[in-house]
């Protein structure tokens, strides 16, 4: 088993703005990197810890754009340590993902840790599939089917 640790911060001016729990935001991501149908099932286990191997933080649009160039989105280095998630993403998902926001937050955490692990980005296999976890799906899904799942 690969035992990942990650600190988790919410960038200032995201908790003024939403004000927004930082220990039920916490409470949330944990589920989600830890859940059944996401990269436990290929050996990864995740945990709030001492010495991270991976920093995630909740940002701003401004704060994305000006790290990762597009603030629309959410972001992570490849085979990286560090993991932007988009607050207005959390916030509000994305309509063209076809997911609903508990869903869509799902597939937003694994997708950026999915980079963290190495993985990058792929595109529809085939129309009526299931969308792979590392397609961008907050741009759009084509003739894919919405999913949260790492296959």
Same mark, same amino acid.
């Given at each position: 088993?690969k035992h990942i %640790?990650?600190?988790?911060?919410? @960038?200032? @001016?995201?908790d003024t /703005? =939403?004000s !927004?729990g930082?220990?039920?935001?916490r409470?949330?991501?944990?589920? !989600?990197l830890?859940d $059944?149908?996401?990269?436990?099932k290929?050996g990864?286990?995740f945990s &709030?810890g001492?010495?991270?191997n991976? %920093?995630?933080r !909740?940002?701003?649009p401004a704060? *994305?754009? +000006?790290?990762?160039? @597009?603030?629309?989105l959410?972001?992570?280095?490849?085979d990286? /340590?560090?993991m =932007?998630?988009n +607050? @207005? /993403?959390w916030?509000?998902g994305? $309509?063209?993902?076809k997911?609903p &926001?508990?869903?869509y937050?799902? =597939?937003?955490?694994?997708?950026?840790?999915?980079?963290?692990l190495? =993985?990058?980005?792929?595109?529809? $296999?085939?129309a009526?599939?299931?969308? $792979?976890?590392m397609?961008q799906?907050?741009k759009g *899904?084509g003739?894919? /089917?919405p999913?949260?799942?790492v296959?």
């Amino acid at each position: 088993m690969k035992h990942i %640790r990650y600190s988790l911060t919410v @960038d200032r @001016d995201v908790d003024t /703005r =939403y004000s !927004l729990g930082t220990s039920d935001f916490r409470q949330q991501v944990h589920t !989600l990197l830890n859940d $059944p149908h996401g990269w436990t099932k290929f050996g990864y286990r995740f945990s &709030l810890g001492s010495k991270p191997n991976v %920093r995630i933080r !909740l940002s701003s649009p401004a704060t *994305i754009q +000006a790290i990762c160039g @597009d603030g629309s989105l959410s972001c992570a280095e490849l085979d990286g /340590r560090n993991m =932007y998630l988009n +607050a @207005d /993403r959390w916030m509000h998902g994305s $309509p063209a993902s076809k997911l609903p &926001l508990k869903k869509y937050r799902q =597939y937003m955490v694994s997708h950026e840790i999915g980079h963290i692990l190495g =993985y990058d980005h792929t595109g529809c $296999p085939c129309a009526g599939c299931l969308a $792979p976890i590392m397609m961008q799906q907050t741009k759009g *899904i084509g003739k894919c /089917r919405p999913n949260t799942s790492v296959e």
